[in-house]
Nanobody
């Protein structure tokens, strides 16, 4: 699946941004979408795994829980990342990624999303939080 992100930019602390990730496949049951970010000088970290079935739960890393919300459009081929109450430490390149169907709630137990689980990546979009 091919992925294209958009929506990044410069925002002041406390502000909001919405990122979009458009997937080429129209069948959301074929894959799981996740959001990663990579801050300058740091490793890429998984922050959200978007559940695609009714018996699963979207995973949010603790640092974004309550501030970031992932959602999917009615057709299932666009995933949104609504980011509120942004902080300077949220500054990073944000990537969406796709992998085979997986159980996102499991990441609440492992507390880690391995990059190798996801075989398709978007080009990334820069988010800068600064006054």
């Amino acid at each position: 699946v091919q992925l294209v992100e958009s929506g990044g930019g410069l925002v002041q602390p406390g502000g909001s941004l919405r990122l979009s990730c458009v997937a080429s496949s129209l069948d959301s049951e074929d894959y799981t979408i996740a959001w990663f970010r990579q801050a300058p000088g740091k490793e890429r970290e998984g922050i959200i795994c978007v559940s695609s079935t009714a018996n699963d739960k979207t995973y949010y890393v603790e640092s974004v829980k309550g501030r970031f919300t992932a959602s999917t459009d009615n057709f299932g081929n666009t995933v949104y990342l609504q980011m509120n109450s942004l902080k300077p430490e949220d500054t990073a390149v944000y990537y969406c990624a796709a992998g085979p169907p997986m159980y996102c709630e499991a990441f609440y137990y492992t507390q880690h999303m391995r990059l190798s689980l996801f075989g398709s990546w978007g080009q990334g979009t820069q988010v800068t939080v600064s006054s």
